[in-house]
């Protein structure tokens, strides 16, 4: 009686094969963790960005354009701070400026997995002569 060759993989051949999707199930995990940290850190990006631009539309209508600091915090642990100082410019032109132009700037500062994160605005706006 012969003995054929018996089909099928050797145990080393299942090791080797095992070993190679650990590694490449581990790499792409740690690309999909990346990816979600990302998009996450995206989203609070663009929520501080949409809070400082409502907090600077508010400047002139329900904030008074005047030299001031006001802070406040909204839903979702962000804080801002809004600042408007007024810009001497009358030693830039022989007469009297029309208009008094004031530095607006805002900053929204929030916690993102223990790191503190920020982002500015700024802009000029006109408000009556002083």
């Known amino acids: 009686m012969t003995r054929g060759r018996q089909q099928g993989f050797s145990l080393l051949e ?11 199930l581990g790499v792409m995990m740690e690309i999909f963790s990346r990816a979600t940290m990302t998009t996450i850190a995206s989203a609070q990006y ?6 400082a631009e409502s907090v600077l539309d508010q400047v002139g209508g329900d904030i008074a354009l005047e030299s001031s ?9 962000f804080e801002w701070e809004l600042t408007i100082q007024a810009i001497d ?20 500062l929030w916690r993102d997995a223990g790191k503190a ?8 706006r006109l408000g009556e002569k002083l």
């Open 69 to 77: 600091t006001l802070s406040g915090e909204s839903a979702g642990g």
């Open 117 to 124: 994160r920020r982002t500015s605005l700024a802009t000029l």
């Open 14 to 24: 299942v090791l080797v094969a095992f070993a190679i999707l650990a590694l490449s």
């Open 46 to 51: 663009t929520q501080a960005a949409s809070l």
């Open 89 to 108: 410019v009358s030693e830039m032109f022989f007469t009297e400026p029309p208009a008094t132009p004031y530095r607006v700037n805002v900053s929204v």
